[in-house]
Every structure is written in C-alpha cells, then in structure tokens.
C-alpha cells in the first residue's frame, strides 16, 4: 500500500513519505501499509483509492463509490475528513448509490435517471419537510424523532428497532422529489410506499 502511493506521488514529487504515511494513517489504512496490494479486501483497496485522492491535497476531490466495503468507523473518520476539506474550499464529486452519504456529505444533488442528469433536492430540504412531518405526527398525539446521526441507515433502523419503535418513516432526496416516503410499522413487519400529501397522517396510523 505505502509503495502504491510512493510510486503514484513520484510522478508530481509534492509530497514526502511523512505526508504518505499522514495518509494512511487518516484512512485507517497504516497498520496495513506493507502488505501488497493483491493481499487487500475490497474496504482496503477502497481506503487506499480514498488515500490517493487525498495525499497531495487537491483542490478537486473526484470519489466514486467511497464507502463501498469500509467498515463503519472508518467511514465515520472519512466522512469527516470530507467535511473538513469542504469547509476548507475543496470541491468534492462523490458518485454513490446509498442516498443516505449522498444527503449527509452534498450540497446539490444530482440523479442519473435513463441517461438523463437531474438535480434532486438537498438535505437542507430533506430536513425541513422532516420537521414539517413531525409538527404533523405530534398533532396527532404521537411521539416523534428525527434521526439525522451520521451513520448508516440500517444501524438507524437496528437501533430503533431495539427501542421497540413501532412506526418508522425513511425520507431521502430521491423521496422527496417524487413526493413519497417509505412506511413501516412494527406491526405488520412490512415497508410500504406512502404519498406525502394531507392523509400522510391517517394512512400511517390506521
């Protein structure tokens, strides 16, 4: 892994070992820095990928994929290298299927949808229909909590699972644009498809 990167940051030459090794030391990836590259997981190719991004500080961050294989804590210390490059200026391109990092790390959003390339709503507006939604939910007499924590969805549901939360709402960019949200109800065990209109309310309750 560190010869990797050696070798990649020899054609510029910007960058010396200690940088190298400030790198894999970032993306959890140190410890593993001697073995050679046919001896990586799919979660350590992806941090060493993840490494050569950022190891000469560019002020272009192109990731496809990022978190593919990584596991959590690992993801949790990039995601937050992320933000921190963000703040500092970066543009950042990260090409992702699971809409939960997409929201979390984006401010503009856009799908590929049958060859064609749409702008979705952000998480600035995600977060606000969910507000909206729960001012709904507690008029009716019912509980409710937003969970924005920077972990995965399915840690979210697990640990709401445990809580014996009996009615859970998913709500994404994707979501949001269509005008629909993801339903599901301790007991009946199942996820069904609801519009976010005036019955939002009374579909999920009855």
Known sequence: ???NLKLL?????????????????????FEEKDKKYCQYSLGMKQKLGIAQVLMENPDVLILDEPFNGIEEESVRKIKKILKEEKKKGKLIIITSHIKEDVVELSD?????????????????????KCEELKKEFEAAGLRVNIDNRDIRPGKKFYDWELKG????????????????TIAMRRDQLEKIELDLDENLVSNVIR
Request: hydrophobic residues 35%.
């Open 165 to 180: 939360t009996p009615i859970k709402l998913e709500l994404g960019p994707r979501d949001l644009e269509n005008n629909k």
């Open 1 to 3: 892994g560190f010869e």
């Open 9 to 29: 940051a020899s054609i510029q030459n910007r960058i010396n070992d200690s940088d190298i090794e400030k790198t894999l030391k970032d993306v959890n990836l």
């Open 108 to 128: 503009e959003i856009f799908l590929f949808k049958e060859g064609t390339l749409k702008m979705q709503k952000g998480k600035e507006e995600v977060l606000a």
